[in-house]
């Protein structure tokens, strides 16, 4: 999909388009068309994601890098060689199971990408994809604007001994 040109690999490890952010689905279709292959595009998404953090900072199961990107692998479901943040997909899965969750989706809620259409998104998103110098305070903005904050779930031993938040 990045390749395709659709958009750019989140911190999330989601693919984050310039109109949806992280909420797409994507499917496949085989045909034996001639098609003319579309080229990689620059949303200026993983600079921002170099700069934010917040999928990281929001994730119960801890499987979001909080650190830089690296091409080395993570665990058997990590591929090497593309420069990307690895999501450890066994920690995000163990933390379902143990949660009795079918997912938290915080990786979602939480990506500064996840806005609706509306003229001020639009702005942001045009000086995010032509300059990482505002970086910084468009995320603070987006903090005061309370935009990504979270509910918070209970691990799943405080579930089991039944504390309460």
């Given at each position: 999909a990045v390749d395709a040109g659709l958009g750019e690999l989140g911190r999330n490890g989601l693919l984050l388009t310039e109109k949806y952010g992280p909420r797409v689905r994507l499917s496949k279709v085989f045909t034996?068309?001639?098609?003319?292959?579309?080229?990689?595009?620059?949303?200026?998404?993983?600079?921002?994601?170099?700069t934010c953090g917040k999928c990281a900072d929001h994730c119960p199961g801890n499987a979001l890098l909080k650190g830089d990107r690296t091409d080395q692998p993570i665990d058997v479901s990590t591929n090497p060689?593309?420069?990307k943040w690895p999501v450890n997909v066994e920690g995000c899965l163990s933390w379902w199971y143990k949660s009795g969750t079918t997912g938290c989706t915080n990786c979602i809620r939480s990506c500064s990408y996840n806005k609706p259409a509306g003229f001020m998104h639009a702005i942001v998103r045009?000086?995010?994809?032509?300059t990482s110098?505002?970086?910084?305070?468009l995320l603070k903005?987006?903090?005061?604007?309370?935009?990504?904050k979270q509910v918070l779930h209970e691990s799943p031993s405080e579930k089991s001994v039944g504390k309460n938040r």
């Open positions: 034996d068309l001639p098609l003319e292959p579309d080229e990689p595009i620059d949303l200026g998404a993983q600079h921002f994601c170099e060689g593309l420069l045009g000086i995010i994809k032509r110098l505002f970086d910084g305070p903005a987006d903090d005061i604007m309370g935009y990504g």
